[in-house]
T-cell receptor, first 112, second 117 residues
Framework: AQSVTQLDSHVSVSEGTPVLLRCNYS??????LFWYVQHPNKGLQLLLK??????LVKGINGFEAEFKKSETSFHLTKPSAHMSDAAEYFC??????????FGTGTRLLVSP | EAGVAQSPRYKIIEKRQSVAFWCNPI?????LYWYQQILGQGPKLLIQ????????DSQLPKDRFSAERLKGVDSTLKIQPAKLEDSAVYLC???????????????FGSGTQLSVL
């Protein structure tokens, strides 16, 4: 069965430093993968998606993710963190039954 | 464009009581989803509607949970009777169509936070 594992429950960075949120996937075939972001008291929002086109995917707000089949990873990165990036981030895989299965989430903390 | 509307925002009930949540999706969105998000976990799909028909309810605890979308627009999710383990945020989402048609962009509401005491 397809699944995703988010390797860190919390990540803390300083404003202006790079962000790395890690996600590994498990899939018997080429998966469709997504990152969603959840700000406090707001709905989940799609950041970016990978659906077997380019392996480097660019999303909103300067985020990008790279699909690496050899490492079964889909890590989310941003060159320079902003205070407004503080939120919960979810790695998501679409299963063979067309469901979206969410990871457990990574809380990003950004300090001034 | 108006987003996905959910009410109430918070609900506190005692175990064995009943509760209902309401969701109004984005206008024109045919697919509606209810997710359950327990603290510290990612959202889990409870039920998916395509217009007014159920596409997937495999993870819905049908002995106590029910959901309907009678006119293919807004939807209600009910729990009767509630258990302590039902404490969670209940998220409603909508999309233009099912995810297998490339419509993976789900639009989520802010959720209803349920506490069962």
């Amino acid at each position: 069965a397809q699944s995703v594992t988010q390797l860190d429950s919390h990540v803390s960075v300083s404003e202006g430093t790079p962000v790395l949120l890690r996600c590994n996937y498990s899939s018997s075939y080429s998966p469709s993968l997504f990152w969603y972001v959840q700000h406090p008291n707001k709905g989940l929002q799609l950041l970016l998606k990978y659906t077997s086109a380019a392996t480097l995917v660019k999303g909103i707000n300067g985020f990008e993710a790279e699909f690496k089949k050899s490492e079964t990873s889909f890590h989310l990165t941003k060159p320079s963190a902003h205070m407004s990036d503080a939120a919960e981030y979810f790695c998501v895989v679409r299963t063979g039954f067309q469901k979206l299965v969410f990871g457990t989430g990574t809380r990003l903390l950004v300090s001034p | 464009e108006a987003g996905v509307a959910q009410s109430p925002r918070y609900k506190i009930i005692e175990k064995r009581q009943s509760v209902a949540f309401w969701c109004n999706p984005i206008s024109g969105h045919a697919t509606l989803y209810w997710y359950q998000q327990i603290l510290g976990q990612g959202p889990k799909l409870l039920i998916q509607f395509q217009n007014n028909g159920v596409v997937d309810d495999s993870q819905l605890p049908k002995d106590r949970f029910s959901a309907e979308r009678l006119k293919g627009v807004d939807s209600t999710l009910k729990i009767q009777p509630a258990k302590l383990e039902d404490s969670a945020v209940y998220l409603c989402a909508s999309s233009l169509g099912p995810t297998f048609r490339g419509n993976e962009k789900l639009f989520f509401g802010s959720g209803t936070q349920l506490s069962v005491l």
